[in-house]
């Protein structure tokens, strides 16, 4: 899917990330890190929020290093903020409706699909998402990223501030759209533990830098742990 | 009678006006504050043409309003992708530049001597200001329509997405930059086209209609109103422009002694009617916009904490 050679991005002249070379596959590819390792940079980069200070980046083979940001999701990618993730003043309709409109496939095909993964959502159609708790707005977000008929999806820390609940059921259904639609996902997380439980690859930043790259099978927390601290 | 026909022609390009703000900044979170250049441009610009080259009244109102749209345009490719307050001080110094043109070329717009007469139109008709009047609430009308059509279409939640959350809108494949440009370049044409409405209204023009009052009495009335309602605009005007301008200046029993302090103490109560709104109803009479529809019942707890606005 995304194949990023010698990545630098930051905000203005500072570099946050320096120099990442990977490729993502179809997976769930985990970005664990402490605050201010460099996830959100990261993501922010790869749907093109943020412009490459250098290097270079590809998907699905073609180079995407300057394509302006509204253009990724007819790329086939779908982007989830961690803050301000929903427009409060739209309904949960209008809000699903607004990434309803990349992909071939019928709206209303969508949002069965959608509903069938976040059944709260269909409850709360025509309120305002800004009067949505932490939970739903979070489904909503990644409910109206789906409605986008991704190819990638990049979730950044999906579990901030959300009770255990929320986050099994967050995961459960992360887990669930992968296995349905075979989309690939992106996964910034603070929460290891949980991360670990569904992703197929596991990166470490640490300040900017890649610490660990591995497919998930014999990791352990202590390798973690030990690249967080590098 | 005449008077207040003036004034109710005046007061309805003022609700135009607000409307027109009302999508720009209620909808799109654009804050412009150089209405009255827009406005002027179309005023001055259809005079210029109308009384210097002869232009028949609607053609020079045309091309007035497609000067507006040119100068919007140039000011929003330079300005529209800055802060909030970049485009704030833009669009002011618009509305200065364009005050001092009028004033220093008087070549062209007649300096401080002022420019005229323009020709009312309807003019072989006995009630030809009535008959004005009723084509500038047709117009106005039709203003209000699409401003309030405008909410629930694709293009109006598009502008909510761009206004609450640029990055998430563009990241949904949103071109946020050409949404933005395009909705200031038309509202501006439509201010420039409300200002030629208003050359035949003024008859003579002079700098002293380009005052930046117009640009505060039509921002107050959209706070006061509700800026994401657009019929709070509306009912701001009526409590302004309609208040003083209509009800107090031509109604009220002020003694001859203190009737030059009435349009201060108009300013003066502005003021304070920005103020009192601000501290006690910060979204306006008529509040935000919000979706149409609200929960019949009160949502089920949930155990986490609500949505950071962003």
């Known amino acids: ?3 990023v050679q010698a990545m630098r991005s930051g905000y203005g002249d500072m570099a946050v990330l320096k120099d990442l070379t990977f490729s993502i596959k179809d997976e769930i590819f985990a970005v664990l890190g402490a605050n201010g390792a460099g996830k959100t940079t990261l993501l922010k ?3 093109r929020l943020l412009p490459l200070q250098s290097g270079s980046m590809k998907l699905g083979g073609a180079d995407v290093s300057a394509t302006p940001a509204h253009a990724m999701p007819s790329a086939g990618v779908a982007y989830v903020p961690q803050e301000g993730n929903v427009f409060p003043d739209l309904s949960v309709a209008e809000n699903l409706s607004i990434g309803g409109r990349t992909g071939h496939r019928p709206k209303e095909e969508k949002l069965e699909e959608v509903f069938d993964l976040f059944p709260r959502l269909k409850e709360r159609l025509s309120q305002a998402a800004g009067s949505l708790s932490g939970g739903e707005g979070q489904m909503l977000a990644v409910g109206r990223a789906l409605m986008q008929d991704p190819k990638v999806l990049l979730l950044d820390e999906p579990s901030a501030g959300l009770s ?15 296995k349905e639609s075979g989309v690939t996902i992106v996964l ?17 930043l640490s300040l900017g830098e890649m610490h660990l790259l591995r497919e998930r099978e014999g990791l352990e927390m202590k390798d973690i742990t030990e690249a967080y601290h590098i | 009678m005449d008077y207040l026909i003036f004034s109710f022609s005046l007061m309805l390009i003022y609700i135009g006006l607000a409307q027109l703000l009302h999508i720009q900044f209620g909808l799109a979170g654009i804050p412009n504050f150089g209405v009255v250049g827009f406005w002027g441009l179309g005023l001055y610009g259809t005079g210029v043409l109308y009384v210097t080259y002869s232009f028949p009244l609607l053609a020079a109102i045309a091309a007035a309003s497609l000067i507006s749209a040119a100068v919007a345009w140039v000011l929003a490719y330079l300005v529209l992708q800055r802060s909030g307050q970049s485009i704030l001080a833009a669009t002011l110094a618009l509305a200065a530049i364009v005050a001092t043109l009028v004033v220093t070329e008087k070549d062209i717009t007649g300096g401080v001597q002022g420019i005229g ?21 047709a117009v106005v009308i039709g203003l209000i329509w699409v401003s309030a059509r405008l909410r629930d279409s694709r293009l109006g939640r598009q502008l909510i997405a761009i206004r609450d959350n640029e990055e998430l809108a563009a990241s949904l494949g949103k071109d946020t930059a050409a949404a933005k440009r395009m909705t200031f370049v038309v509202t501006c044409a439509l201010m420039g086209v409300l200002g030629g409405l208003s050359a035949p209204l003024h008859q003579f023009l002079v700098p002293y209609h380009l005052a930046p009052s117009l640009t505060f009495a039509v921002w107050i009335a959209l706070v006061l109103g509700g800026k994401g309602h657009n019929l709070g605009a509306m009912i701001g005007v009526f409590a302004t422009f309609g ?10 029993p002020v003694p001859q002694d203190y009737a030059l302090m009435v349009p201060n103490f108009k300013l003066f109560c502005y003021g304070a009617l920005l103020v009192l709104i601000i501290m006690y109803r910060p979204t306006g009479i008529l509040g935000e916009d919000a979706p149409h529809e609200r ?5 089920t707890p949930v155990p986490d904490t609500p949505v950071k606005e962003g």
Request: glycine content about 2%; overall charge negative; charged content about 20%.
């Open chain 2, 295 to 299: 929960p019949k019942a009160a949502p």
């Open chain 2, 117 to 137: 007469t323009i020709g009312f139109p309807f003019s072989e008709m006995a009630n030809r200001n009535v008959i004005y009047f009723g084509f500038l609430l």
């Open chain 1, 164 to 178: 255990p609940i929320f986050v099994d059921t967050l995961f459960s259904s992360i887990e669930k759209a992968r």
């Open chain 1, 188 to 204: 910034a997380e603070q929460n290891a533990v949980k991360t670990l439980e569904i992703a197929d690859r596991v990166m470490v």
């Open chain 2, 243 to 252: 208040l003083f301008d209509i009800l107090i200046e031509t109604y009220a």
């Open chain 1, 1 to 3: 899917m995304f194949d």
């Open chain 1, 45 to 47: 980069t790869l749907a």
